[in-house]
């Protein structure tokens, strides 16, 4: 059953604190997106990667947050240093059917940020 | 203006009817457009997706694309209580391929 797994499912953490989400995409596939999700502003792009190279990051605030992917079975989204607006769900999503963008998601890491 | 609108609902709906949504586009070079299903609390999952002009027959899923005037539509036939959830109008842009999502329409279809 191929699917995108994140890790942790969820997580609370204190004002400040560095924060590390992780995403396996479905084998085989290529391009990787991370999305966070609120109820005010909806599904909104932050990054996303293609063949593991970064293609945009502008939906990310530069000065806290940062996405990699190491190797093409993970990707990293980190937060540093947690603020309490970052609370959200954050979803990863992989798709391999360029140039037509068939994505598939994750089940999403909820943050609390307190 | 937002890259992707959608009728921003709520929608309700009596079981057995057609629920219809909408969306509409602005960045004229997109090329591919999807709709995902969100029950709440889970994740979007893809349920149609759409290249061309016309219509596009899926079960009770009917989605149509219009280019010229940016339009992409989703109908649901014979409404189910399952089918209560958010509906994610999504596009893809044939300049950066980045996938776009609308705010969602949530649809309660009413037993």
């Known amino acids: 059953d191929a699917r995108v797994t994140q890790t942790p499912r969820h997580k609370v953490t204190e004002m400040g604190q560095e924060v590390t989400m992780r995403c396996q995409p479905i084998?085989?596939?290529?391009?990787v997106f991370w999305y966070r999700q609120t109820m005010m502003q909806g599904l909104e792009l932050l990054a996303y990667?293609?063949?593991?190279?970064?293609?945009?990051d502008s939906g990310m605030p530069k000065d806290r947050f940062s996405a990699e992917m190491p190797d093409a079975t993970l990707a990293t989204l980190k937060i540093q240093p947690s603020e309490p607006r970052d609370s959200a769900v954050y979803f990863c999503?992989?798709?391999?059917?360029?140039?037509?963008?068939?994505?598939?998601f994750g089940q999403g890491t909820r943050l609390t940020v307190v | 203006q937002k890259e992707v609108e959608q009728n921003s609902g709520p929608l309700s709906v009596p079981e057995g009817a057609i629920a219809s949504l909408n969306c509409t586009y602005s960045?004229?070079?997109?090329?591919?457009f999807f709709w995902y299903r969100q029950y709440s609390g889970k994740s979007p999952e893809l349920i149609m997706s759409?290249?061309?002009?016309g219509d596009k027959e899926d079960g009770r899923f009917t989605a149509q694309l219009n280019k010229a005037s940016q339009y992409v539509s989703l109908l649901i036939r014979d409404s189910q209580p399952s089918d209560s959830a958010t509906y994610l109008c999504?596009?893809?842009?044939?300049?950066?391929?980045?996938?776009?999502f609308g705010a969602g329409t949530t649809v309660t279809v009413r037993a």
């Open positions: 999503a992989s798709d391999n059917s360029y140039p037509n963008t068939e994505a598939f």
């Open positions: 999504a596009v893809n842009t044939i300049n950066d391929y980045k996938l776009s």
């Open positions: 990667f293609r063949n593991r190279a970064p293609l945009d």
């Open positions: 759409i290249y061309s002009n």
């Open positions: 960045d004229r070079v997109s090329q591919s």
């Open positions: 084998l085989g596939h290529n391009t």
